[in-house]
């Protein structure tokens, strides 16, 4: 069952939000100490001060179990980055032993980019990334080329691999572990009282967080430079605390501690920090920035606990790292029990401050009441998100990370955020998407052995709107050129209705109809109208009309006489195509699939009084993993109902569709190897990953093809024929560096083929 969907929130929020204010801050700390006295009449005032330091952070939860276990009790939590993080979630509820769960179980590789699985994209977008390496996003949302609305200045933004992560994926799982606290909520009536500290780029000085968004502070706290981008609220431009106060033991002071619990995991003076990166290097500044203030904050500290974290950096979030990180921690905490079990004697044994219990909603759901989008631009648009999520009255984490994926998945939004808001069940889910430039532009190149070089641009106009018109524009440069228009409307209703136009010029083009040989120069013009479905981010579905015509203007023989293909063809056709990919990585995929299923009527020969004939075509590739080693099976097969050489089928090398759309790739051939109407090429694939970047790949191929059916399953009559070949491949982001060698019975030779750049 659907919720219904709000354009804003239904819920009232007290504003906290504000800039830096001194004055406000000190007259809440004084505040606030005045509140303790209460607890003061009975025993001191217990802080808990935990510094920043990355992925040493993992060595902080054994001390909160020790603490945990003794009993001790804590009235206030202060935090800086990871530690700001940590002690967040130990402010709303989580244990010690809930914290080193949560540790050990986050996939830092997701956390530390704004990543997300390949199969949410459309397919659209899917071919788009198989393409350019070079992507350049432009536009305001505000202008639509094909209106005369243009009042907004344009923007125009870079996307490429390597700039700072926007922090979307940390972000949701702040939210995903803190539902209920996505408003503006009063950080001092917390369970444990708690307090974090930010950087303001812009003048210099601390943000200390104890009111607001408790979701923004825990961002902001741990925006390390270099490689979290900062977070622009009320006018700051806030980074990790740590480059101002790292260890925040006089603001516990100020908020009226009379002990103060240190725990330090930052590495101010450390010769043995390691420095294998620029952002090594800023933890390192960072460390000599804020060395005063760290300084103080130990002196203010009554018990003071620092694990040995030598050896490791802010970044060392590996499985093993992490591991060894807590263990570390669990020495630290052993090395000062005596001096927590004094601690806990002295303080007698008044009642520790009761912890509310938080949701994980890894683990359970929690029920929603609405759902209400920021940055969508209409309703309408919000009402077609809502459909698309398909989301019930209760939510998970898995849920909730689907929900963010496809909004992603649909390239309108360049980051999408979540928070579950209100003091209880049911929440109101949240989300808040930022929008994606409207246009892009890509550039992609290829060398290899058999096409020289070849040149790839692409202009997409109004690209990443949800609906409306979108217009493609693409050339190629080299033996085979082309310029391709594709215009289409999305509607709501999930359909496309488009046309398209090809004009292809491609020369020196080797065929091989065995036993004659000839080389051809030829154009191809086609003219498509179409009507697609583009709601599924796996499969697209594509109905159309098509007009072609091939002119041949160059044909050289290497026999005597003219080589059997007429100068002109054209042809009238209607079609369907399905096609899917799910692999999980482009290129070198471990898991999914792609396949395409298509038929293909030719009811008119332009140029000839004939009848109709038809074409099938699949193509079904799949890959699964096991440890380093991965098997791909593939099938592909294609039958034409009558022979019209232009159409007929054809071999390639490495590449279908190499140099016309109908090529079967198949190992050992170096020409377009034409060949009978019936023909399927099956092949498996097996992959080794002999490092990061690095795989070997063995190809087996076996080809049949027969004129009809009954020849090609009888075994005698069909014609049969073995491709292997041998593949070293280097990933590169300028696309695979491949070299291979093949040998088939076709040819009965062994061949070569060099390659670098992505496949087009």
Request: net charge negative.
């Amino acid at each position: 069952m659907m919720l219904l969907f709000a354009g804003v929130s239904a819920l009232a929020q007290p504003d906290y939000s504000y800039g830096i204010d001194k004055r406000r801050d000190d007259a809440a700390f004084a505040a606030f100490s005045r509140r303790m006295d209460a607890v003061r009449r009975q025993r001191p005032v217990v802080a808990l001060v935990l510094s920043g330091g990355g992925a040493k952070g993992a060595a902080l939860v054994r001390v909160i179990q020790a603490l945990d276990e003794a009993e001790i009790p804590i009235d206030m939590v202060l935090g800086t980055s990871v530690g700001g993080l940590i002690g967040g979630l130990y402010a709303c509820g989580y244990s010690g032993e809930e914290l080193e769960t949560i540790m050990r179980g986050l996939d830092w590789d997701s956390l530390l980019s704004d990543s997300y699985p390949r199969e949410f994209n459309t397919l659209h977008q899917k071919d788009y990334q198989l393409k350019y390496p070079v992507s350049l996003s432009f536009g305001s949302d505000n202008v639509d080329l094909f209106s005369r609305d243009r009042s907004r200045e344009e923007s125009v933004r870079g996307i490429l691999p390597g700039g700072i992560v926007q922090g979307q994926n940390i972000r949701n799982l702040f939210s995903s572990l803190l539902p209920g606290y996505g408003g503006e909520i009063d950080f001092l009536r917390l369970p444990i009282p708690f307090v974090c500290v930010a950087t303001d780029a812009v003048s210099a000085s601390p943000k200390v967080w104890h009111c607001g968004n408790l979701i923004d502070a825990l961002r902001s706290t741990m925006s390390i430079p270099g490689l979290f981008a900062p977070l622009r609220k009320d006018g700051m431009i806030l980074m990790d605390g740590g480059l101002i106060d790292n260890f925040p033991a006089a603001i516990a002071r100020k908020m009226g501690a009379d002990i103060i619990i240190g725990v330090d995991i930052s590495s101010p003076g450390d010769s043995e920090a390691p420095i294998n990166s620029l952002l090594d290097i800023v933890s390192h500044l960072m460390d000599l920035i804020g060395e005063d203030s760290y300084n103080e904050g130990v002196a203010q500290s009554d018990l003071y606990i620092r694990p040995d974290i030598s050896g490791y950096s802010m970044l060392s979030f590996d499985a093993r790292s992490i591991d060894s990180l807590i263990l570390r921690g669990d020495k630290a905490a052993k090395e000062h029990a005596a001096e927590i079990q004094a601690l806990r004697q002295a303080l007698g044994r008044a009642p520790r401050p009761k912890n509310a219990v938080s949701v994980n909603t890894a683990d359970h759901a929690v029920q929603i009441s609405g759902i209400s989008f920021s940055g969508v631009n209409s309703v309408d648009d919000g009402r077609y998100l809502l459909e698309l999520l398909k989301l019930g009255h209760t939510v998970s984490k898995a849920d909730l990370d689907r929900a963010v994926y496809t909004l992603k998945g649909t390239s309108a939004f360049e980051s999408v955020t979540y928070s579950l808001i209100g003091e209880k069940e049911p929440f109101l889910l949240q989300f808040d998407c930022v929008r994606a430039p409207v246009h892009q532009s890509g550039v992609s190149f290829r060398f290899d052995t058999e096409e020289n070089a070849s040149l790839l641009l692409m202009l997409g106009l109004n690209a990443h709107r949800l609906t409306g018109h979108h217009l493609d524009l693409t050339g190629r440069l080299g033996l085979r050129s082309s310029l391709d228009a594709d215009y289409s409307y999305r509607t709501q209703s999930g359909f496309s209705l488009g046309t398209e136009v090809l004009l292809r010029r491609t020369r020196n083009v080797d065929f091989n109809l065995d036993p004659r040989q000839f080389q051809a120069d030829f154009n191809h013009i086609r003219g498509d109208a179409y009507l697609a479905m583009t709601r599924w981010n796996l499969a697209d579905v594509r109905l159309g009309a098509r007009i072609e015509q091939f002119n041949f203007t160059s044909v050289l023989s290497d026999q005597n006489g003219p080589a059997d293909f007429k100068r002109k063809h054209a042809y009238a056709s209607l079609y369907a195509q399905t096609r899917l990919d799910s692999y999980d990585i482009a290129y070198f995929p471990r898991s999914g699939a792609r396949y395409s299923l298509g038929g293909q009527w030719f009811f008119a020969d332009l140029r000839e009084e004939r009848g109709g004939f038809y074409v099938l075509n699949a193509d079904f590739q799949t890959a699964a993993s096991i440890g380093r080693f991965t098997v791909l099976p593939s099938l592909a097969a294609r039958y034409i109902s009558d022979d019209v050489p232009v159409l007929d089928n054809f071999l390639s090398v490495k590449l279908p569709g190499r140099t016309l759309d109908q090529q079967i790739a198949f190992a050992g051939v170096n020409s377009a190897f034409r060949r009978n109407r019936l023909l399927s090429v099956a092949g498996l694939d097996l992959r080794w990953q002999i490092a990061s970047k690095h795989y070997v790949t063995a190809t087996g191929q076996y080809l049949r093809d027969a004129a009809d059916l009954r020849d090609y399953l009888n075994v005698h009559a069909a014609g049969q024929a073995l491709g292997f070949a041998l593949e070293y491949a280097y990933n590169t982001y300028i696309g695979p560096i491949r070299a291979d060698v093949h040998w088939s019975s076709l040819t009965k030779s062994v061949g070569v083929y060099l390659g670098i750049g992505f496949d087009f």
